[in-house]
């Protein structure tokens, strides 16, 4: 299955794509995560996209196009994966499309998690994880254990200014591309404002 999932900054795609690759067997391959972790390795990619990343901003089409169908290019991808946090803009949208239909395949669903923006900046700023296995926690919606508390870290991102310019990204930026793939039959729409489970829940539903 070749899957996006979308939807605004904290909404869950992280959460639940964690909940479904045992599911669907697919690699999971979120922009976010790759640049942070360019970031973290100090890069030449990392250290370009940093500022734009810790002010809530989007890192250039340019770098991060390339960076997805490198990647998506890997013998792992050969029967499916599950993008998450890309794309992000209608020119993203534009270049995938055109590397998906020169590679001769199809896209098989955009799944788009909803959450109303009031719930988003509580989600993000008590968002927490793991270092060591790169768990998503929420202080309040879901503590880590007592034996992990001690070693969570924030995002460097996950301020409420960071949030809110992230929020207005998304709106400008993002949500542009839902009527896009709606023209293609391509989006089903899950209501993410509910415990993690209850939306796996709705998503495996929304899949079937
Ligand atoms: P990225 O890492 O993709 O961030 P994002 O899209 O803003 O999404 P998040 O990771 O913040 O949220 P999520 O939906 O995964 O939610 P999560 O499951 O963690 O991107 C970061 C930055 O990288 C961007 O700002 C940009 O600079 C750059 N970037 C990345 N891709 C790019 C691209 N394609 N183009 C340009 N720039 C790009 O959940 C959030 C919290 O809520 C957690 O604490 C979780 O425990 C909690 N939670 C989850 N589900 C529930 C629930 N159902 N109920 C209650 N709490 C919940």
């Known amino acids: 299955m070749r899957m996006i999932l979308v939807g605004p900054p904290g909404a869950g795609k992280g959460t639940q794509a964690a909940k479904l690759i045992d599911t669907y067997k697919i690699p999971h391959i979120s922009t976010g995560d790759m640049l942070r972790a360019a970031k973290k390795a100090g890069t030449e990619m990392g250290k370009k996209a940093a500022a734009f990343m810790d002010a809530g901003n989007l890192v250039p089409d340019e770098v991060?196009?390339?960076?997805?169908?490198?990647?998506?290019?890997?013998?792992?991808?050969?029967?499916?994966?599950?993008?998450?946090?890309?794309?992000?803009?209608?020119?993203?949208?534009?270049?995938?499309?055109?590397?998906l239909t020169k590679a001769g395949v199809k896209l098989d669903v955009v799944l788009f998690i909803e959450v109303p923006d009031e719930l988003i900046v509580d989600r993000i700023t008590g968002r927490r994880s793991d270092p060591e296995t790169g768990a998503i926690y929420h202080l309040q919606f879901n503590p880590p254990?007592?034996?992990?508390?001690?070693?969570?870290?924030?995002?460097?991102?996950?301020?409420?200014?960071?949030?809110?310019?992230?929020?207005?990204?998304?709106?400008?930026?993002?949500?542009?591309?839902?009527?896009f793939y709606e023209e293609h039959g391509l989006i089903r729409r899950v209501d993410g404002n509910a415990a993690p489970d209850e939306v796996t829940a709705r998503i495996k539903a929304a899949l079937a």
């Open 145 to 179: 254990p007592a034996d992990v508390a001690g070693r969570v870290v924030q995002r460097k991102d996950d301020t409420k200014e960071a949030c809110v310019a992230r929020l207005q990204k998304y709106h400008s930026e993002t949500a542009p591309i839902i009527p």
């Open 64 to 99: 991060v196009i390339g960076l997805v169908i490198d990647r998506i290019a890997e013998s792992d991808c050969k029967e499916g994966f599950m993008l998450d946090g890309f794309p992000r803009t209608r020119p993203q949208a534009e270049a995938l499309d055109a590397e």
